[in-house]
């Protein structure tokens, strides 16, 4: 059972009885002990952040609080890609943490030279998606056999990019040529097998670096995993073998669930996926890998069409529930606007931004959109909230400088805001105000009516 | 139930029997009991007996059983001396009735006299009988008509159908009746007759068009034609409800509560249309007889009455027409037919896009309230025959002499009427007023009560707007969107000095009552509370139990406006939850509410306290006014208002704790609630009350400075809320602590929090 | 280490549906789909059942719409023309079901009549044998004229009638208690809304299993998680025993895949878009496949590409 706030507290400085002088003394980055325990209690903090703990008091929080899946980083110059950490089956409950890795695979047989083009038009490939530049985190070399090969092979990728590795061989002496080849970085070695686990769990050690770990059962996984730790590897990824999109579906759900629901400690490791080793459709197989439960993605290939889609359903999946992903507030052109094209006013929520502007564009009617800060929500909530007032609208309308685009002065704002119109002209001397469909679907009509 | 109309009923019914027995028996000994017998234009053989009874009669000989189902519904007339209640008996002859009649047309159609001849009627649409070329009546309605029509009763378009057995008073009154039921778009299905007048001699002479296309249906100048009238009834269960024949009782029932059906009995009354009226009675559709009989007042099979005498010249009325139109408005209410109102009819747009519009002074042709006058609204509940439907009245003189940008006092006086009204309703209409007024364009309403302020622009003005355009806004909207509860609405204006003055007075006394009926209205004096799941959309596992003494925390729903709501709308978000067994009064825990959270949180919320911030508090959603949260070093909580920006002294501003506060999860020590809630007895009750109250945001301290002094006074600590500090004073624990111990808070005398 | 893996113990099941009457149900279809009765989430084959395989509807119009992706165009080519061509073109394509929606107004700008409606929902039923769902354009009122024409043309073939929402769905639950067919009941993304339109059909005593729940979904990057999300919701309430919720649910990630600027614009795009075609299909792919996962029984789609693909996935899943 997990411990509530107010439990964790009592046994926090500020909670002690008298209290520790050390009582809401903020070092943990949060303003009070109070606030600190709410936090861990809801599995936003961590334990260690407060150095003023007893050791008994930790002891008993240790067990509430350690992550039911083990956050794993692979890092190397400053990027940095983390799986798992996770603590909810369906994003609804709470939200996904850790947006599942992306790498691009690549064979230290396709030659150096193709490697290097290949490597570098993906490592500086960047895609815009509202507002956010989405890219590859990393790229996965995978050996043919050969240690000499392998070395050079991921010199050439690591020449060509500076982001994180993920190195596929079997033979753990090919692996020690990969991590030398691959310098300082922090990469992961894919990987372990019943095989050849005491070899790969040894460089692991040596190089601190994480470890995946291979096996057609999750008992033959699980058993792996124990002997690995025992060897003094802590940071593991599962790498169950699976061959078709079911099998990988029921697997990974296995392990979500084992992970969470039973807080099995020796298969509470993030997952990576392999999506063309388990369907001739790779695209469908990375979105299911997307969306249940994988925290690292191996792709075969490098294709813009595909990647860029894949890319944003990551995105979305991973938005948190509660926090809407939300467009920058300003001035937004549909159609190039000219001076008489009617301005119109929203809110930074995307999908209501969405909404309105295809349906502007989609009219073929040109118009100017301003979009009014009103903290990610949509109109409806925002203005109940107080975040979609005449106050904030005007200020959209002044800060935007419309005023100085535009050769009259008419903003129209959504039907379900009506209510705002009077004060709004009060805010906004010179203005009328009209007021619009409640929904972004009848705006065609609306911009119809209005020429 | 009149012993009188069990006699008449049961003669009736044992004559018709007779009679079907009689032209069944000549029928079959003519042409043999294979001949095949059908309305021709159904697929359902012969409705009502296949509805009633499952057979599907196809041939003479299937319809000889029948005769004997029906003679074996006939009970002994009652005899003179022996009282007793004859609903039972009377409504097994009305089905024997509709057995017999209905086997009557099938051997008619066999005689070739169905549908009745009638040389040189013409009608708008209609099943096209050959050999009947010269001209006939309808008889019954066939199986596309029903299925288009059927479409509109089931969608509520048509509201219901009314079946006219006889013949009116006049002419004149016939064709008023017709009228008065069209412009309501009720189907209309005439049959019967009066010493052989029927309705449909008298609306034929009168030139109205009847058939299919006008909605008028002229089945039969008999009385037995009535039965294509329940022939239609019976095949809209078997069609729309998914009923099968033989299931007479949930045949019944659907008709009942789904089909706003009745009947006008026109003239004088005999036997078989007892018999008859029985019948209809067993569908759920009330008679309205324009004669006198006796009434069968309580409801039961019917909805509301069974049986309604109008003697037609008694009704008040200044003339015929007057009384025709009543009679058909008392019919609709008998039977609970809805009316929607679709349009406002006033001289300006309306909709809620004008809900925002100011009127300045600049452009205003006259206000009433604000500075130097008084406006009021006042709505109250009253007996259905006090309140006349529709009907605005100005008492008073009009604005149309006073100067531009002049004032004056109004009153705005509405009164309602519906069967499931409550005065408990009233206060939650009587806001509404304030949407309703400001919908129109040009029309600014500001306020309520009697600190009401509305404004009529020039340009209202110019397009007509009057006084009495108030009244027809506030009609039109009750009905349209409070029909659930609204049956009737009546708006009188006053603007007469002394009437205002009086019925002012009688709004203050009603305003007083109210307030005190509130603070009356505890959580130990109701059974149930109510859920709000409105806010699930965004806080998917977010229930709000709202009670009397706990309003929800957005502040928009108290007890009553949840009760309401679930009346209008019973599938909604409101819903009751019965208290159930009380587990702790003190902490709030009863099994209705925990059972109801955790089913409607998905099983999130296992436990929830009504009174208590410590132990198993109640969720929030994210809309709460304010955050009530534990500062464990005071001993206490503090409350911090929406609108205040600043620190706390949890070391957190409202929007930062507004994260931990909401999305449905329940973290003792912190709470988002209604500002209401502040006042109520109840408040954390189980962890020691308002005096809790460490630190409260100002800006809470000036707008409920009112309400805090009756709080106070509960509380008999009259200076205590000088000792709660706020962001003025201090934003953090140890300033709080400070104060607290220079003004002596008692929190920190009280008993510890945890 | 033998691992003993948690297995949920769901109480509900999925409704079966079934879209489509042949001549033995008084229909003329040649084909019926049953969809539903499902014991767990989407092909966790483990712990529960999946009886019927989630379908696929192909949407044509009763004429070529002017605003369609030009891509679309090239797909289906002449057979926009004709919808019952179009039919033909679907049905080889490899639909479960048609969905036949209506244009706002035809080429000369004018509402579409009862007639029309009615004589384009014979063509259809004449063209193919598969079950045939019929979708007005979206208005109100002339919903209600079409869709009512509509169900009486096709009385008995067992059509599904969309869209019915909170604020019109009398007239069509009306029209399909009259002549024998289903509903497509659509809510905005919202677990209680759902429950609350299937309440109120039921209330119609329009039974659950002529009702397809549609929830609505946005496109990838246009709002797909929250239709994804309702989905999971929708289908674990189900799951729970909550009856409401119990019906199969269609969604359409053809339509709103294809009105996203990544698959409906090819010029004037950034280059890291990738190629148009192949952007635009996995645009639609990936939103549907996706939506299969999180619990959707029919999937509209647009694109025959796309529909091969999410055939092959289901195919794969189903043989599990």
Redesign the interface.
């Known amino acids: 059972m997990a411990l509530s706030g107010i439990e964790i507290y009592k046994l926090l400085p500020g909670g002690l009885k008298p209290p520790h002088p050390k009582a809401n003394c903020k070092e943990c980055g949060f303003p009070t002990c109070l606030a600190f325990a709410m936090k861990l209690a809801a599995k936003q903090a961590e334990l260690a952040s407060c150095q003023y703990v007893s050791e008994e008091a930790q002891e008993k929080l240790a067990a509430a609080a350690a992550p039911p899946i083990r956050l794993i980083k692979v890092s190397s110059n400053g990027h940095e890609v983390a799986a798992g950490n996770e603590t909810v089956m369906y994003r609804h409950e709470k939200t996904f943490f850790h947006p599942a890795g992306v790498f691009v695979r690549i064979n230290d047989s396709d030659g150096l030279d193709a490697i290097r083009e290949l490597v570098s038009t993906a490592d500086e490939y960047k895609v815009n998606y509202v507002g956010m530049d989405l890219a590859v985190d990393g790229f996965a070399i995978k050996s043919t056999g050969d240690a000499a090969t392998f070395s050079a092979g991921v010199e050439a990728v690591r020449g060509a990019t500076k982001r994180p590795l993920i190195l596929i061989s079997a033979d753990a002496a090919v692996m020690e040529a990969g991590l030398k080849a691959a310098g300082d970085s922090k990469s992961l070695i894919c990987g372990a097998s019943p095989e050849n686990w005491e070899a790969m769990a040894a460089l692991a050690k040596s190089h601190k670096a994480p470890l995946t770990v291979g096996g057609s059962t999750l008992d033959e996984m699980a058993e792996l995993t124990d002997k690995i730790k025992a060897a003094g590897v802590e940071d593991m990824v599962l790498n169950p073998v699976v061959t078709t999109l079911p099998e990988a579906l029921g697997v990974w759900t296995q392990l979500r669930r084992l992970a969470l629901r039973k807080t099995f400690r020796p298969l509470g490791y993030p997952i990576i996926a392999f999506p063309s080793q388990f369907s001739a459709d790779s695209q469908i197989a990375a979105v299911q890998a997307i969306a249940k439960y994988a925290g690292f993605i191996v792709l075969d290939r490098f294709n813009p069409a595909d990647l860029y889609p894949l890319l944003v359903f990551r995105q979305n999946i991973y938005t948190d529930p509660q926090k809407p992903i939300q467009v920058s507030p300003g001035l937004y052109e549909i159609n190039n606007p000219g001076p008489d094209s009617p301005v119109m006013v929203t809110t930074n929520f995307s999908i209501t931004y969405f909404s309105v502007s295809n349906e502007v564009e989609g009219s073929g009617r040109k118009g100017w959109l301003l979009v009014a800060d009103a903290e990610g929500m949509s109109v409806l909530t925002a203005w109940a909230a107080g975040k979609f007032d005449a106050e904030r609208i005007a200020k959209t309308v002044k800060s935007t400088g419309i005023e100085s685009k535009v050769n009259h002065r008419r903003l129209t704002i959504p039907g379900h805001v009506a209510v705002l119109s009077g004060e709004l002209e009060d805010e906004l001397p010179g203005w009328e105000i009209k007021v619009g469909p409640r929904e972004a679907v009848n705006l065609p009509q609306y911009l119809k009516l209005m020429e | 139930m009149s012993k009188y109309i069990a006699t008449r009923a049961i003669r009736g019914a044992t004559g018709l029997v007779g009679e079907a027995e009689r032209m069944l028996s000549q029928a079959i000994a003519d042409k043999g009991p294979e001949t095949p017998v059908q309305f021709p234009n159904t697929a359902y053989y012969l409705p009502t007996i296949l509805g009633l009874t499952g057979r599907e009669v196809s041939t003479l000989g299937d319809l000889v059983p029948l005769m004997e189902r029906a003679r074996s519904l006939l009970h002994p007339v009652p005899a003179s001396q022996l009282w007793k209640p004859y609903l039972g008996e009377t409504l097994d002859a009305g089905v024997g009735t509709l057995l017999a009649a209905e086997t009557i047309e099938a051997v008619r159609f066999v005689n070739g006299e169905q549908p009745e001849r009638w040389p040189g009627f013409e009608m708008g649409g209609g099943t096209d009988y050959p050999h009947l070329k010269d001209g006939h009546l309808n008889g019954p309605i066939d199986d596309i008509q029903l ?2 029509w ?8 048509m509201p219901g159908f009314a079946a006219i057995v006889g013949c009116a008073k006049s002419n004149e009154v016939a064709v008023e009746l017709v009228r008065q039921l069209q412009q309501r778009n009720i189907l209309i299905f005439l049959s019967g007759n009066v010493n052989g007048r029927s309705i449909i001699h008298q609306l034929q002479e009168e030139g109205v068009e009847m058939g299919y296309d006008t909605y008028i249906v002229p089945f039969g100048t008999d009385t037995i034609s009535a039965i294509y009238a329940l022939g239609f009834a019976t095949r809209s269960a078997l ?4 009923m099968k024949g033989g299931m007479p009782r949930e045949i019944f029932l ?1 008709n009942k509560f ?1 089909v706003f059906a009745f009947v006008l009995a026109l003239g004088e009354v005999d036997d078989l249309k007892y018999a008859a009226a029985a019948g209809a009675i067993s569908y759920g559709f009330p008679v309205i007889a324009d004669t006198v009989i006796p009434e069968i007042r309580p409801s039961g099979v019917t909805q509301y009455e069974h049986v309604i005498s109008m003697p037609f010249d008694e009704i008040q009325a200044e003339n015929d027409l007057e009384r025709a139109k009543k009679m058909v408005q008392k019919a609709i209410e008998v039977r609970g037919v809805k009316i929607r109102v679709t349009e406002v009819p006033i001289p300006v747009p309306y909709g ?7 009127v300045r002074k600049n452009d205003m042709r006259v206000e009433f309230g604000g500075k130097h006058t008084r406006a009021f609204e006042y709505l109250y509940m009253a007996d259905s025959d006090q309140v006349e439907d529709g009907k605005v009245s100005i008492v008073g003189p009009t604005f149309a002499d006073l100067p531009e940008q002049g004032a004056m006092d109004m009153g705005i006086v509405i009164k309602v009427a519906g069967r499931k009204m409550q005065t408990d309703f009233e206060p939650v209409l009587e806001r509404q007023v304030h949407y309703f007024i400001n919908g129109a364009s040009g029309i ?1 309403h500001i306020g309520q009560r009697d600190i009401a302020w509305i404004r009529i622009s020039k340009a209202a003005a110019d397009r007509g707007f009057n006084l009495e355009h108030f009244g027809k806004i506030l009609i039109a909207r009750f009905h349209a969107d409070f029909g659930a509860i609204v049956d009737k609405v009546e708006v009188t204006i006053y603007t007469d000095p002394d009437k205002l003055k009086f019925w002012l007075e009688k709004a203050r006394t009603a305003y007083d009552f109210r307030n005190r009926r509130l603070a009356d209205l505890t959580d130990e004096a109701v059974t149930e509370f109510y859920s709000c ?1 409105l806010c ?5 596992n977010h229930v709000c139990v709202v009670t009397p003494q706990r309003l929800g925390l ?1 502040g928009a729903y108290n007890w009553l406006d949840c009760k309401a709501s679930f009346q209008i709308n019973p ?3 409101n819903q009751p939850i019965n208290k159930g067994t009380t587990i702790d009064p003190v902490k709030g825990y009863w099994s209705g509410p925990i059972e109801f959270t955790r089913q409607a949180s ?2 999130f919320v296992q436990d929830v306290s009504l009174y208590s911030i ?1 132990e198993n508090p109640m969720t929030a959603c ?2 709460f006014e304010c955050i009530v949260m ?1 500062i ?2 005071a001993n206490g909580v503090m409350v911090v208002s ?2 205040d920006p600043s620190m706390t002294p ?3 501003t409202f929007s930062t704790l507004a994260g ?1 506060a ?2 449905g ?1 329940q ?4 709470m988002g609630v209604g500002k209401y809630y502040l006042t109520s007895p109840k408040f954390i009750s189980a962890d020691g009350g308002f005096k809790r109250v460490v630190w409260m945001s100002s800006i809470l301290k000036q707008t409920m400075a009112d309400e805090f002094v009756q709080v106070l006074e509960r509380e008999e600590a009259p200076g205590f809320l000088d000792q709660v500090a706020d962001e003025t004073i201090c934003t953090d ?1 140890d300033g709080l602590l400070t104060h607290m111990t220079e003004v002596g808070h008692p929190a920190l005398e009280m008993d510890p929090m ?1 | 280490m033998p691992v003993e893996i948690p297995k949920e113990k769901w109480t509900g099941k999925v409704r079966l549906v079934t879209l489509g009457a042949t001549a033995a149900e008084g229909g003329t279809r040649t084909r019926r789909v049953t969809v539903g009765g499902g014991t767990t989430l989407p092909f966790l084959f483990f712990e529960g059942d999946m009886p019927h395989k989630p379908v696929i509807g192909i949407e044509i119009r009763d004429r070529k719409p002017d605003d369609w992706s030009p891509l679309l165009g090239l797909a289906w080519g002449e057979a926009m023309n004709d919808p019952g061509d179009w039919a033909k073109a679907a049905e080889q394509a490899g639909a479960d079901a048609i969905v036949l929606a209506f244009n706002l107004a035809d080429a000369d700008g004018k509402a579409p009549t009862a007639a029309h409606a009615k004589a384009t929902v014979r063509k259809v039923l004449q063209a193919t044998g598969l079950p045939v769902i019929v979708n007005g354009p979206g208005q109100a009122d002339l919903d209600n004229e079409l869709l009512v024409a509509a169900a009486e043309e096709g009385a008995g073939e067992r059509l599904v009638l969309g869209l019915c929402e909170d604020r019109n769905y009398r007239t069509i639950v009306a029209a399909a208690l009259g002549h024998g067919h289903l509903v497509q009941a659509r809510t905005a993304m919202d677990v209680n809304l759902a429950k609350q339109l299937n309440i109120l059909i039921t209330d119609m005593q329009l039974p659950l299993d002529r009702v397809l729940m549609d929830p609505t979904t946005g496109a990838l990057g246009y709002g797909i998680e929250y239709g994804y999300s309702v989905m999971e919701r929708l289908r674990i309430a189900a799951l729970q025993g909550d009856s409401m919720t119990q019906c199969p649910m269609i969604v359409t990630p053809g339509e709103e895949a294809w009105k996203a600027k990544e698959s409906k614009v090819g010029e004037g795009v950034p280059k890291a878009w990738g190629d148009w075609q192949e952007r635009a299909i996995n645009w639609e792919l990936v939103t549907a496949s996706s939506l299969v996962e999180s619990g959707a029984d029919i999937v509209v789609l647009r694109h025959p590409e796309s529909v091969k693909r999410v055939h092959a996935m289901i195919d794969a899943m189903m043989a599990g």
């Open positions: 299925r288009s059927g479409i509109q009763l089931v969608d509520g378009r069609t729309f409800g998914g659907y789904r809620s896009a004008f809900e925002g519009e100011v600014q799941t699930q959309s965004f806080a998917p957005c599938t909604g978000p998905h099983g410590m994210g809309c534990l464990p070093e929406r609108e949890a070391g957190m931990m909401g999305g999860l973290t003792p020590g912190v624990v945890f």
